[in-house]
């Protein structure tokens, strides 16, 4: 199955894509436009959203590079992936 990453990354094939930091951390790192519908229990956004999971900020650094910073993203709560994660609409992937 072709989940949107490949050797690690995160291909186009996700119009979302989460940052998930440690056990309880997710940044939006794609589909800043979707934010809102993400955020509504019945909200209207593409399907699945990627979640790449990261041990921690500097493991994000070295496989997204140096330039991306969570802290320049949205933070996105960890109800909302879980809600994601319990309707089925997370692909998640430890990076």
């Not at 989940?3 to 186009?12: F, R």
């Not at 951390?25 to 800043?32: P, V």
Request: include cysteine; hydrophobic fraction near 40%; aromatic fraction near 8%.
């Amino acid at each position: 199955m072709n989940d949107g990453i490949q050797n690690g990354l995160p291909t186009e094939d996700h119009e979302i894509i989460l940052i998930g930091v440690g056990e309880e951390n997710y940044f939006l790192y794609r589909g800043e436009e979707y934010l809102s519908q993400l955020l509504l229990a019945d909200g209207t956004y593409p399907t699945p959203v990627c979640c790449l999971r990261f041990a921690n900020v500097l493991d994000v650094k070295l496989m997204l590079g140096e330039s991306v910073s969570v802290a320049n993203n949205w933070a996105v709560h960890p109800e909302v992936v879980a809600r994601l994660r319990k309707d089925e609409k997370l692909i998640e992937t430890e990076a």
